[in-house]
């Protein structure tokens, strides 16, 4: 028996999660992928999404999702985008992942569909997929839940396990012929206000593990809720706007729950707060019915009657009218929309109106992939391309790293260790190089362990 591991994207990138492993025993190999998600940011994305997969999807059996299944592993559209293009390109094998990771994909690659076709009829070219291939997609998804062994005919099993990333994130542990093998998907910046935290990986052989934040640390968690006290309260003093930039997903629930409890202890004043997301309030309701995967704290607040998600003078606006009516509405105010890191969604309008103004502050608060307008802005420009008109940088650029759903530096290391003394290899994946090899590095010096910046596209024998 072989097993061989190959890295077809998602190597010296954050985003394009995409694995493949083929288990090799009596004449058959069985194919199985972790993740098949989007490549966001760079200049070349686009073409890279378009191009052919270095495998032909018709012979791929199994797709496994991890936390975002997405992420996929979960539901993150760079572990689940580019699914759709998977089964129009000949995949008809099964998808897994845990059912919340399922419900959330539906409706990530729903509103993804709107956002690329817009995109592609822009540009005179034909769409990535089609509803068509959506639909097949999700009639193709079998869930798994947490801590439930499957057994395959093809001679593996696998275990999920909580990366308390987002909701519904898992790890998926495989179990042949001895061996275990662990896809970590992005892994949760533990303890968070929501989720639960990221469960440890046990005795492993091979552990496959993100790096987004591999050569940072965050914020201590006290610190990132005064800084956001600071920041509102600041907007405020000179009547200004503020632009969050968040993820629809897991980032937008996270700071509700940040506002909601400085609303509660008065630490902020009552003013309008607008998420301006027609995908961020159905993920809100999907979050709402999910609550026993909150940890304790949330549960215990929840049953004491605490709407975490809720505060006076909060909005959620779906049409485009009430998105527009927003620029009417008396400053000082808070916006709160998508794309989190400002490569698409409602937030472009907003930061082309609010940028140029020095009485407004944009909060940056999760990962800014290169070459989006978020990373420019963390970057310090003082003018952005939106929409391909030059805006000039007027207002305040604030960044708040510890509200990433990502561990740091030092807690990648703290988890690495929990796979024991006796583990083989630990390959370092989905992060920008840099922090990818200076957390292979950091592995190296502070565990022992034989860590290794794979090479994309390289077979890799277990």
């Known amino acids: 028996?072989?097993?061989?591991?190959?890295?077809?994207?998602?190597?010296?990138?954050?985003?394009?999660?995409?694995?493949?492993?083929?288990?090799?025993?009596?004449?058959?190999?069985?194919?199985?992928?972790?993740?098949?998600?989007?490549?966001?940011?760079?200049?070349?994305?686009?073409?890279?999404?378009?191009?052919?997969?270095?495998?032909?999807?018709?012979?791929?059996?199994?797709?496994?999702?991890?936390?975002?299944?997405?992420?996929?592993?979960?539901?993150?559209?760079?572990?689940?985008?580019?699914?759709?293009?998977?089964?129009?390109?000949?995949?008809?094998?099964?998808?897994?992942?845990?059912?919340?990771?399922?419900?959330?994909?539906?409706?990530?690659?729903?509103?993804?569909?709107?956002?690329?076709?817009?995109?592609?009829?822009?540009?005179?070219?034909?769409?990535?997929?089609?509803?068509?291939?959506?639909?097949?997609?999700?009639?193709?998804?079998?869930?798994?839940?947490?801590?439930?062994?499957?057994?395959?005919?093809?001679?593996?099993?696998?275990?999920?396990?909580?990366?308390?990333?987002?909701?519904?994130?898992?790890?998926?542990?495989?179990?042949?012929?001895?061996?275990?093998?662990?896809?970590?998907?992005?892994?949760?910046?533990?303890?968070?206000?929501?989720?639960?935290?990221?469960?440890?990986?046990?005795?492993v052989d091979y552990v496959i593990m993100e790096s987004v934040y591999g050569d940072r640390n965050h914020e201590s968690k006290d610190e990132r809720r005064e800084k956001l006290q600071s920041i509102i309260l600041d907007t405020i003093s000179r009547q200004g706007t503020l632009?969050?930039?968040?993820?629809?997903?897991?980032?937008?629930?996270?700071?509700?729950?940040?506002?909601?409890?400085?609303?509660?202890?008065?630490?902020?004043?009552?003013?309008?707060?607008?998420?301006?997301?027609?995908?961020?309030?159905?993920?809100?309701?999907?979050?709402?019915?999910?609550?026993?995967?909150?940890?304790?704290?949330?549960?215990?607040?929840?049953?004491?009657?605490?709407?975490?998600f809720n505060f006076p003078k909060l909005s959620f606006t779906v049409s485009t009218q009430e998105s527009k009516a927003i620029d009417h509405a008396k400053s000082p105010k808070i916006i709160i929309a998508g794309s989190g890191m400002s490569v698409g969604g409602r937030v472009i309008h907003h930061e082309e109106v609010y940028l140029g103004n020095p009485k407004n502050t944009v909060l940056l608060v999760g990962y800014q992939t290169l070459g989006s307008i978020g990373r420019h802005l963390l970057d310090g420009s003082k003018k952005v391309l939106i929409h391909g008109d030059p805006v000039n940088v007027n207002a305040k650029i604030e960044s708040i790293l510890g509200y990433s759903s990502h561990k740091d530096s030092d807690h990648l290391v703290d988890f690495a260790a929990t796979a024991g003394d006796k583990v083989k290899k630990i390959f370092v994946v989905m992060g920008e190089p840099k922090a990818s090899l200076f957390l292979v590095q950091k592995i190296r010096d502070n565990l022992g362990s034989d860590a290794l910046y794979p090479e994309r596209l390289k077979k890799y024998e277990l």
Request: charged fraction near 25%.
């Open 243 to 308: 632009i969050i930039p968040a993820f629809s997903l897991e980032r937008t629930q996270v700071i509700l729950y940040e506002i909601n409890k400085l609303v509660e202890t008065k630490m902020v004043p009552i003013i309008p707060v607008f998420v301006d997301s027609p995908l961020a309030t159905k993920v809100t309701d999907i979050y709402k019915s999910s609550t026993q995967l909150f940890n304790e704290r949330a549960q215990s607040e929840i049953r004491s009657g605490d709407d975490i």
């Open 1 to 203: 028996m072989s097993i061989n591991l190959t890295f077809c994207s998602g190597v010296g990138s954050v985003t394009g999660a995409n694995f493949l492993m083929e288990i090799s025993k009596n004449n058959k190999t069985t194919k199985i992928l972790v993740d098949c998600g989007l490549i966001q940011g760079e200049k070349s994305a686009q073409i890279e999404n378009r191009n052919d997969f270095p495998y032909t999807p018709s012979e791929i059996d199994i797709l496994f999702i991890t936390h975002a299944i997405l992420f996929i592993t979960h539901a993150h559209l760079d572990h689940v985008g580019r699914i759709p293009k998977l089964v129009k390109d000949g995949f008809e094998g099964v998808i897994y992942s845990t059912p919340e990771t399922f419900s959330l994909a539906q409706l990530i690659l729903e509103d993804a569909l709107g956002l690329l076709t817009r995109e592609a009829t822009n540009e005179g070219i034909l769409p990535l997929y089609e509803d068509k291939d959506l639909k097949k997609a999700i009639s193709l998804w079998q869930t798994i839940p947490y801590h439930e062994e499957k057994e395959f005919d093809e001679g593996f099993s696998v275990y999920l396990k909580d990366a308390g990333h987002i909701l519904g994130s898992s790890m998926f542990v495989f179990s042949c012929e001895g061996k275990k093998i662990v896809f970590t998907g992005d892994l949760g910046n533990s303890p968070t206000p929501i989720l639960r935290d990221t469960e440890e990986l046990g005795p």
